[in-house]
């Protein structure tokens, strides 16, 4: 398995890192040239040329530090607060802390430099700047039917390569 997930993982080899965010628990993150799709309820919208999906864990490090992990989705920004709802975008560490990522991913042209994938599913992509990426399944073999990830062309027809328990 390792083989065929570095080989779907070439696709990001050289390709821009573009932006990440969220839909609830789902980390998205966009890679490539920007493409105008059109959206659902009308108008267009900004996709990259590939896109990763993630459901489960993942952080971006940059030398000894994690810059950002899955956990930065149910922790709120404001330690006054009394009460947030992690599901709300824009409240959370998550939200903060992505919206500075794609500002630095905006002013720097940051490539993927290198995939690495093991047999169960995980991934690391090493992108300019000294960030990683990566992403480890957490789940035994036999739970039931879950995915890990999943990277496809947004907007095409194209396949989707999708990483689950077996």
């Not at 573009?18 to 998205?28: F, K, N, Q, S, Y």
């Not at 890679?31 to 799709?37: A, H, P, Q, Y």
């Not at 039917?145 to 689950?164: I, K, M, N, Q, S």
Request: charged share 25%; hydrophobic share 40%.
């Amino acid at each position: 398995m390792k083989a065929a997930h570095e080989k779907a993982l070439a696709a990001l080899a050289g390709l821009r890192i573009r932006e990440i965010g969220r839909a609830a628990d789902l980390l998205w993150v966009q890679f490539g040239e920007w493409r105008t799709v059109p959206c659902r309820k009308g108008g267009t919208r900004q996709v990259g040329q590939w896109a990763l999906h993630v459901q489960t864990s993942w952080r971006f490090t940059q030398g000894e530090s994690i810059v950002l992990g899955v956990h930065d989705l149910y922790a709120y920004d404001d330690e006054e607060a009394t009460s947030f709802d992690w599901e709300k975008c824009g409240e959370s560490r998550f939200d903060r802390i992505a919206s500075g990522l794609n500002a630095r991913f905006g002013d720097e042209e940051m490539v993927v430099e290198s995939v690495a994938c093991d047999a169960v599913g995980s991934l690391t992509l090493r992108l300019g700047g000294g960030l990683e990426f990566a992403v480890f399944p957490n789940s035994s073999s036999d739970y039931p039917e879950r995915e890990f990830w999943r990277l496809f062309a947004p907007a095409t027809d194209g396949p989707h390569y999708v990483v689950e328990t077996a």
